[in-house]
């Protein structure tokens, strides 16, 4: 079965740096494009990242372009999230996503991880 | 960017209820609409896809309709494992995603 397991959240002081990372199983990761949404405590759903099946291409939330650099090894089925430049709004849950289509552009997400929180204070 | 809006923000309702949620889009989106539970301190789950398709798994309690910038999520009979928040997702305008703020169904 479809596996998403995040880790790498904790606090930093707002200007830090943290990488997260994803670790995926169950399907074939190099064949599906991958995607960072986040939960600011106590709020909706934001959509942060997207980076297809191959790497090719990335893409970005204005809120957090310029900042976060989205990536992924496929040698290792993981997924990561560099995230530099945190800011205080920055704080949430984040989890990653696998996208529902193969070997193509981004779709809905049909799996998702348990989250990890990043909180950003001083 | 295409906002995306819910209604209501919550609701309180008994189990067995007739439940429906409903999403606009600020502009036209096909089918390429998403819906997904989400319970406290849990990852949100996949209910509905191109706006009426149910993932496998999902209860055929759960439905979907509509197309274009209108859309509702329906829960025709709604059981206690119910109660969560609920968002409605576009997908047409790849590669931005956006989110409806959410709906909590709670119970009355």
Known sequence: QVQLVESGGGVVQPGGSLRLSCAASGFTFSSYGMHWVRQAPGKGLEWVAFIRYDGSNKYYADSVKGRFTISRDNSKNTLYLQMNSLRAEDTAVYYCAKDSRRDDYGDYHDYWGQGTLVTVSS | ?108
Request: hydrophobic share 30%; net charge positive; with cysteine.
């Open chain 2, 1 to 108: 960017a295409i906002r995306m809006t819910q209604s209501p923000s919550s609701l309180s309702a008994s189990t067995g209820d007739r439940v429906t949620i409903t999403c606009r889009a600020s502009q036209g989106i096909s089918s390429y609409l998403a819906w997904y539970q989400q319970k406290p301190g849990k990852a949100p789950k996949l209910l509905i896809y191109a706006a009426s398709t149910l993932q496998s798994g999902v209860p055929s309690r759960f439905s979907g309709s509509g197309s274009g910038t209108d859309f509702t999520l329906t829960i025709s009979c709604l059981q206690s494992e119910d109660f969560a928040t609920y968002y409605c997702q576009q997908y047409y305008s790849y590669p931005q995603w956006t989110f409806g703020q959410g709906t909590k169904v709670e119970i009355k």
